[in-house]
């Protein structure tokens, strides 16, 4: 089966631009789920949809940020505005029983705001 | 709150040399442990997991024990490669679905 598709791989913007990062589950996992990295810090997670509703949206780090999940398949990660501090990259997994061990993760999304 | 914490890297080492990363978490309870390892240019894969005191998981000759008493996981291989270079993760999850990481840990194994 296709994994986890995430793209773009990398994304360089300005600050105060706008970028879109979509993920494409696994079809059929239900749950799908946010996280990122920044700068070599830990991986933190940043929200949680089972089908297209949001079950948690705890780590989302302000209002700059906006996921959706159309039709509860593909999800979009809009950052707007971006600021320097959003750099990182971003992880998307999926999951179709929703426990932590279930998970299986895209490549990820490097984002660089400059 | 629920945390975990890494040795820092890099870890350099040379072929075939016994490798440990450090990993103790807090967490009240009995959490699942869990080792990802991310190869350059690819996702996060799971290597390893353990969900209870004592537990051994295990998986391409790497090994990790849970240990409850002094709240650790460490990962350990006997004989690293080359192939093993990568970045790895040691994680928990407590009654929920997600996962709370560490820092990450970059190894480099040179031939």
């Known amino acids: 089966e296709a994994g986890v598709t995430q793209f773009p791989s990398h994304s360089v913007i300005e600050k105060g631009q706008t970028v879109t990062l979509r993920c494409d589950p696994i079809s059929g996992h239900d749950n799908l789920y946010w996280y990122r990295r920044v700068m070599g810090k830990e991986i933190k997670f940043l929200l949680h949809?089972?089908?297209?509703?949001?079950?948690?949206e705890s780590g989302m780090p302000n209002n700059r940020f906006l996921a959706e999940r159309t039709g509860g398949t593909y999800s979009t990660l809009k950052v707007q505005p971006a600021e320097l501090e959003d750099s990182g990259v971003y992880f998307c997994?999926?999951?179709?029983?929703?426990?932590?061990?279930?998970?299986?993760f895209g490549s990820g999304t490097r984002l660089t705001v400059v | 709150g629920n945390s975990v914490t890494q040795m820092e890297g890099p870890v350099t080492l040379s072929e075939e040399a016994f490798l440990t990363i450090n990993c103790t978490y807090t967490a009240t309870g009995y959490p699942s442990l869990f080792w990802y390892v991310q190869y350059p240019g690819e996702g996060l894969q799971l290597l390893l997991k353990a969900t209870k005191a004592d537990d051994k998981g295990s998986n391409k000759g790497f090994e990790a024990t849970y240990r409850k008493e002094t709240t650790s996981f460490h990962l350990e291989k006997g004989s690293v490669q080359v192939s093993d270079s990568a970045v790895y993760f040691c994680a928990l999850s407590h009654n929920t679905d997600k996962l709370i990481f560490g820092t990450g840990t970059r190894l480099q194994v040179f031939p």
């Open positions: 949809f089972v089908k297209e509703s949001k079950q948690d």
């Open positions: 997994a999926s999951s179709q029983t929703g426990y932590a061990s279930g998970y299986t």
